[in-house]
């Protein structure tokens, strides 16, 4: 009886539009300001997406990491970008995956980067769950990795300038990845103990491992190693470094009469897949490569393993520098 004219109204009107649906003033109330709250802390997209890719570079996180999810997330924002982060809903990210008309495979790539940005969302309070979690997963089939062979990886090296062989070397008898070289140190590379300690700091995973060094390997660094100092000099990554030698090692092998196919279209992380695969088939042993590599031994299955015999991945270890 405390309410005035004007509440009673307002509450017999509420009450009349929630009757069909069996939930009452009190409900309503709590849900909505729950809401009002969550809205009066969220931000727009283009304001998250911004905050999200400066923590990025606060972690430290590599260039071509963040260069890629800023591709995806300014993709998404032109979308996006003026809506409340925590008014998008699921059913419009699925709609909006499925409408890009790309590969399943850059689908999928897409809605990883969107989940791990909404998931910060959530740790930051703007909104309550993960609206990425409840779109359509999407199935690809393992594509098989391309590998270079022994020939084009000695011609390869034969071609590179000094301060390139240890880099190169690394990603294809030790199975680095990238970033990994870019971050090591000549003081982790132990050619008199045998290995290359991956720190924590340096691994993709975040957790140290040790790669034992071939005698191919150590016969590739021993020329360069120092004990101090960085094992890459350049801030470009192997993969950039090799495009000005692959066609002088593409015309040195066609003088021997030997394939370049894979040197000319440049497999994704052919040095990594080279090295897994070789490697898997010298010691038959996918959990220890699986250690060395810094993967568990499913994903090394299924993303890094090509099939090749014992021979041919001796042959990959016999590559030795002329002498």
């Given amino acids: 009886m405390s309410l005035s004219d004007s509440q009673r109204v307002d509450a017999a009107k509420a009450l009349e539009k929630l009757a069909s649906l069996n939930v009452s003033l009190t409900k309503v109330a709590e849900e909505y300001s729950g809401r009002a709250q969550l809205l009066f802390r969220t931000v727009p997209f283009k304001t998250f997406s911004e905050e999200y890719q400066a923590a990025k570079l606060a972690d430290k996180k590599t260039k071509l990491y963040r260069s890629d999810i800023r591709f995806r997330l ?14 998008i809903e699921a059913r419009e990210i699925d709609d909006w995956l499925r409408g890009l008309g790309l590969s399943l495979s850059s ?14 969302a959530v740790l930051r309070g703007y909104i309550p769950e993960n609206p990425v979690a409840k779109t359509a997963k999407v199935k690809t089939m393992p594509s098989i990795p391309g590998i270079l062979t022994p020939a084009e990886i000695k011609a390869l090296l034969d071609c590179a300038d000094a301060a390139m062989v240890p880099g190169i070397a690394l990603g294809a008898f030790a199975g680095l990845r990238d970033a990994e070289i870019g971050r090591m140190e000549w003081g982790k ?6 290995f290359v300690k991956v720190d924590a700091a340096v691994a993709k995973t975040s957790s140290r491992r040790l790669v034992p060094i ?4 150590r016969a590739w660094l021993a020329p360069f190693a120092k004990k101090t100092g960085d094992v890459r000099e350049s801030e470009r ?4 470094l090799v495009r000005g030698v692959r066609k002088a090692a593409c015309r040195r092998l066609a003088e021997l ?4 196919a894979n040197l000319e279209k440049w497999p994704h992380n052919a040095l990594r897949h080279s090295y897994v695969s070789y490697r898997l088939a010298l010691v038959s042993n996918a959990a220890q490569v ?4 810094g993967h568990s031994v499913q994903i090394m299955k299924q993303h890094y393993r ?5 021979g041919e991945a001796a042959k990959w270890f016999e590559v030795l520098p002329n002498t």
């Fill in 74 to 87: 300014a993709a998404f924002g032109r979308v996006f970008d003026n809506r409340p982060v925590a008014t």
């Fill in 107 to 120: 689908r999928k790539n897409f809605r990883k980067v969107l989940h791990a940005a909404f998931q910060f």
């Fill in 189 to 194: 590379v132990d050619l008199i103990g045998g």
């Fill in 214 to 217: 071939s005698d191919n390997l």
């Fill in 237 to 240: 990554a192997p993969y950039e």
């Fill in 257 to 260: 009469g030997e394939s370049s």
């Fill in 290 to 293: 699986a250690e060395e590599c």
């Fill in 306 to 310: 090509e099939l090749v015999t014992p």
